[in-house]
């Protein structure tokens, strides 16, 4: 008996002929949507955590990481964890498949591709705050549709504490560097 596309659609651990599993594609896939929930939140004084996709299975990922074992499918959302230690800054991104990985820099979410291979291109590890700021602004700008405003764009820096701007915060990063930007 052979099953069909849908039969393996159905299973999370169900590969297809092809070695596919499509429950994880389909969750990558759904947390590049511009529509799905962003939100960035503080683990500790020193560790911050950027959530693309569902809210709930971010919780759910969390938990999970901590308590070993949550549920036996794929989460739809995708995370970046920073964090600041005794080393320095660390930064670590997980996928909806559960492999999670360390990196210099990464983007995630809607417009992500493009983002991630400008942020590798001009990553360096003596950036400066504003020169990072700069950057992301940069990019930002040319894969957002959307004008960049407090109101679609969270910033958070771990350096070494975490601190969540506030939107009058992100107003000002906006401002300087769209003046910056006029020149």
């Not at 990922?61 to 964890?81: D, M």
């Not at 700069?134 to 040319?142: A, C, G, P």
Request: with cysteine; aromatic share 8%; glycine share 6%.
């Amino acid at each position: 008996m052979f099953l069909t596309r849908t039969e393996y659609d159905r299973g999370v651990n169900t590969f297809s002929l092809e070695g596919r599993l499509f429950q994880v594609e389909y969750a990558i896939e759904a947390i590049k949507e511009p529509s799905s929930v962003e939100k960035i939140i503080e683990i500790d004084e020193h560790i911050g955590c950027a959530m693309n996709g569902l809210i709930a299975d971010a919780r759910s990922t969390l938990v999970e990481h901590a308590c070993v074992e949550t549920q036996s499918r794929p989460f739809g959302v995708s995370l970046l964890i920073a964090g600041y230690d005794e080393n320095g800054p660390n930064l670590y991104h997980t996928d909806p498949s559960g492999t999670f990985w360390q990196c210099n820099a990464k983007a995630i979410g809607s417009g992500s591709e493009g983002a991630d291979s400008s942020l590798q291109e001009q990553y360096n590890k003596d950036l400066t705050l504003k020169e990072a700021e700069t950057i992301t602004h940069s990019i930002l700008k040319q894969v957002m549709k959307e004008k960049i405003t407090p109101n679609n764009v969270d910033i958070a820096k771990v350096a070494p504490t975490y601190h969540l701007y506030t939107p009058a915060e992100v107003e000002a990063v906006i401002s300087r560097l769209s003046l910056f930007f006029a020149c």
